[in-house]
Each structure stands twice: as C-alpha cells, then as structure tokens.
C-alpha cells in the first residue's frame, strides 16, 4: 500500500481519510478571467443545499461492518446540510429490501446502500433508481450498474496481492521459505479473489512458497479454531496472511496458547488491535492490508456531491465518477501512526 496521496488527490488510492476533505474545490492557475476546464461546482465543506441521506447497512455483527456505520453517522455529522435517515440494520435480504423501501417512499434525495446480498438487493436498487433517487452502492455491488449511480467500495484482489509482495520483500533473501493462510468465507467471491491475488503475488518469489490454507468463517472462533489447527499442522513456517482482523483475534489467541513467534504475520482490514500490536512490534503481527470502513464516509461525502449536483474537487469533470476502487494499502510500523485514528474495533 502507497503511502496516502494528498488530501486533494480525492478518494483514489486514499484509506484513511474520508472524501469530505478530499472533495473540496482546487485552485486553478487560469486568469479568473478566463473560463477553465475545472471551473465545476466542486463539493466543499460550506453549507449549501440540504441533501437527506438514506442510508442502508446490513447487521453490524462485525467489528468491520459496524464501522462502516460509525463512519457513516460521524461524517454526516460533519455537515449542517446533510440529514442522515439510517436504517436499523439486517441480514435478512427481505428486511433490508423492506428498509430501502420506507427510505424510497420517505423520498430521499441520495440513497447509500450496503447491501446484505448484492444479487438479491438489484432490483430495490433498480427501483430507487427508476423513482429518480440515485444510489451510491457502497462496497458489495449489485448486479448492474443500472442499480447504481456510483459505486464506492475495497479491492480484495488489491488486498491479497499487496499482503504476498509485503511478505514476498520480507522473504526475499530466504531459501526454502514457506508461508500459510488463514482465509474468511470461502463461499463468498471477495475470499477466492483475496486468496487468488495472494498467489498472483507470491509467483514474483520463487524462493517462497504457500503451504497450507485453512477458510475460516469471519469470526473470532472461527479464527482460533482454524488457527489451531494450521499450527498443530504446521510446526514451522516463515509467514501467515490472516485475511480478516476479526478472526484474527482468535488467530492470535491461538498463537499465544501455542507460544509461537517465529514467524511474520499480516492481517487485513485495519482494527485498532492490529495496529496497537504492529506499533509494539513485540509479537508476530507485523503488518495489516487496509480494507477501509472510511468508504462508509466517503460515500456520505459522494451523495452529498450528487445531492448538490456538484462534482469532485480536483477532478476536470462536472460529476463524481461511476466507480471508485479504494486502495488497500499495508500498514506496519513505519506508517501505522499515520492510520491509527482509522482503526476500528
């Protein structure tokens, strides 16, 4: 993961902060006399239109998803223009279809939608949309971009390949490394597309390879139940990626009743825990892969954009893009102190 672009260089490659900031209007070096192509209303910090937010998220039974709202409400919050209608919350595809439903019939101006289930969410997506409330479909998508304005959301595959070429440096000069991985959902795309750009990464290292692989379920038991097992299978290796800093509790619970510390260990996501323990540098976790809940208040800033018909700053054009890929930057202790407001727990 780069270091963090500037606050002017918008949500691009940004983790850490949200887009407010990042949406302000640019200077331009054009004679104010003259137009230039950039002389766009820009979304700013400055009051304008009022803009009424629907916000919809499934459960917050994670400690990533209810981020995703913490980071929805305070950045709302920001903003005297914007009022913030968030719905409870759901799993349940029905319930959460009923809740952006309520949003529609309220009349909304912008809807920001965290679908439980992208595929089963299109069509109430499809219906805002129809209805003339925009959507911005904040990270798991739905099936068309009919369903959406903007999509703001991770990059797994950026995750899995960042994690392997961080551990790939680290074991440049080792002959024989081996490595394991500790994966989420294997019946979710976003855990093969983690686990395929972590083996996309590791084929730049010869010297490295990939030994064992256990799916874990998400969950800090989960992560220690399946953590156990990979060390009592595994009495010596060089590296694990844990693809989730909430299983990863459990990993690492598992790895202090094992009392192993030989070897390096990078998660994923960006919990507080992580970040504490990367900052102590006194355990086996070296580094995590940002997946950022700040997209929840990235999204804020976008539907307010889109509410106020204004565009991004920093950016030619006079709307805010269809699609935004956050990047997935790794974080250890040479920038951990830069990201640990970020950190969720």
């Known amino acids: 993961m780069p270091e963090l672009t500037s606050r002017r260089g918008l949500l691009f490659g940004t983790a850490a902060v949200g887009a407010g900031a990042l949406l302000a209007g640019c200077t331009s070096n054009e004679p104010k006399d003259e137009p230039a192509a950039n002389d766009q209303p820009a979304a700013d910090d400055k009051p304008g239109k009022q803009v009424t937010i629907g916000f919809a998220g499934p459960q917050a039974d994670h400690g990533w998803l209810n981020a995703i709202n913490d980071n929805a409400k ?48 299109t069509q109430v997506g499809l219906k805002a949309m129809r209805a003339g409330i925009p959507v911005i479909n904040l990270d798991r998508i739905f099936n068309t971009p009919q369903a959406y304005r903007c999509w703001i959301g991770g990059d797994n595959y950026g995750m899995g390949l960042n994690a392997g070429h961080y551990i790939g440096e680290k074991l440049k000069g080792k002959s024989g490394a081996t490595v394991i991985e500790l994966a989420g959902l294997d019946n979710l795309e976003l855990t093969r597309q983690r686990t395929q750009g972590f083996d996309d990464a590791l084929k730049n290292y010869p010297n490295i390879k990939k030994v064992a692989r256990q799916a874990a379920e998400f969950t800090v038991e989960s992560g220690q139940a399946k953590m156990a097992q990979l060390l009592q299978a595994q009495p010596k290796f060089d590296a694990l990626w844990n693809h989730d ?96 407001s970020t950190g969720f727990k």
């Not at 919350?89 to 809807?111: F, M, R, Y």
């Open 74 to 121: 305070s950045r709302a919050q920001k903003y005297s223009d914007v009022t913030l209608e968030i719905t409870e919350g759901s799993n349940d595809t029905a319930a959460q279809i009923g809740q952006i439903e309520t949003l529609i019939n309220k009349k909304v101006d912008v809807l920001v939608v965290l679908p439980a289930d992208g595929k089963a969410l």
């Open 245 to 340: 800093d909430d299983q990863g509790v459990g990993a690492m619970r598992a790895i202090d009743q094992a009392g192993r510390d030989d070897f390096l260990m990078v998660g994923g996501a960006g919990a507080l825990y992580a970040f504490e323990a990367i900052k102590q540098d006194n355990g086996v976790m070296k580094a995590t892969v940002l997946y950022p809940p700040t997209m929840a208040a990235s999204a804020v800033d976008l539907a307010r954009a889109l509410g106020q018909s204004k565009g991004v700053g920093g950016m030619a054009e006079f709307e805010i893009p269809a699609s935004i890929t956050l990047y997935s930057a790794v974080v250890d202790k040479t920038n951990v102190d830069q990201y640990m």
